[in-house]
């Protein structure tokens, strides 16, 4: 996609703040400094418009960015080892929880893992639970370029075998430096945005 304009919008904590634009949204969400902001800086092709800082938990609230008036980029918090208080992380799990149940514009979600580790319980839990409400998402894999070409492939592979992932649920490779994977994420959000979403149950 060309990216003619990117802006933010509004920072928001619960439903009522949400921007009321009616475009579909794409959310981003991982741990706490796994290049987050940096994956939707490259796509936007922006250096500065998402946040990025060396300090785990720069981003604590849901911040939402429009995309050539057409689609919105929603930034949620960093889960795990963020260095902000308890109290506050706390307050992090129902607002994140909040906003995928229920925004009915919500089209994908971006689940980001450092392709150096293993996915923690909390990578696990959130995807098991985007899987049982039905939420369309992606899993990308950042900071290809940390590691050589043949063990970021084996990584990949180790990966999508412990998360149970096969063939078109294949990760996805990114690097923020080299702008590997961004062509291949752009083309899986193409097909999301022309699908209705609906808010999925609390059972």
């Given at each position: 996609m060309k990216i003619i304009s990117a802006e933010f919008i509004k920072s928001a904590v619960k439903p009522d703040q949400y921007p009321k634009t009616g475009m579909p949204e794409i959310a981003f969400t991982g741990r706490s400094n796994v290049g987050k902001s940096s994956l939707i800086n490259t796509l936007l092709g922006r250096k500065k418009l998402a946040q990025t800082s060396a300090t785990p938990g720069k981003t604590r609230l849901i911040n939402f960015f429009t995309v050539n008036?057409?689609?919105?980029?929603?930034?949620?918090?960093?889960?795990?080892?963020?260095?902000?208080?308890?109290?506050?992380?706390?307050?992090?799990?129902?607002?994140?929880?909040?906003?995928?149940?229920?925004?009915?514009?919500?089209?994908?979600?971006?689940?980001?893992?450092?392709?150096?580790?293993?996915?923690?319980?909390?990578?696990?839990?959130?995807?098991?639970?985007?899987?049982?409400?039905?939420?369309?998402?992606?899993?990308?894999?950042t900071?290809?370029?940390?590691?050589?070409?043949?063990?970021?492939?084996?990584?990949?592979?180790?990966?999508?075998?412990?998360?149970?992932?096969?063939?078109d649920d294949a990760p996805i490779l990114f690097s923020a430096e080299s702008g590997e994977g961004k062509s291949e994420i752009w083309k899986a959000i193409q097909p999301v945005l022309l699908q209705k979403q609906e808010p999925v149950s609390n059972s």
């Open positions: 008036e057409k689609l919105s980029f929603v930034d949620l918090p960093g889960y795990g080892f963020a260095k902000v208080s308890r109290a506050e992380q706390e307050k992090w799990g129902p607002m994140i929880e909040t906003y995928l149940r229920e925004r009915v514009n919500l089209r994908l979600v971006v689940s980001i893992l450092d392709v150096r580790h293993d996915p923690t319980q909390q990578d696990r839990d959130l995807i098991e639970w985007l899987r049982h409400y039905g939420r369309n998402h992606l899993i990308v894999l900071k290809s370029d940390k590691l050589s070409r043949g063990e970021a492939l084996r990584r990949r592979r180790q990966i999508a075998v412990s998360l149970g992932l096969e063939g």
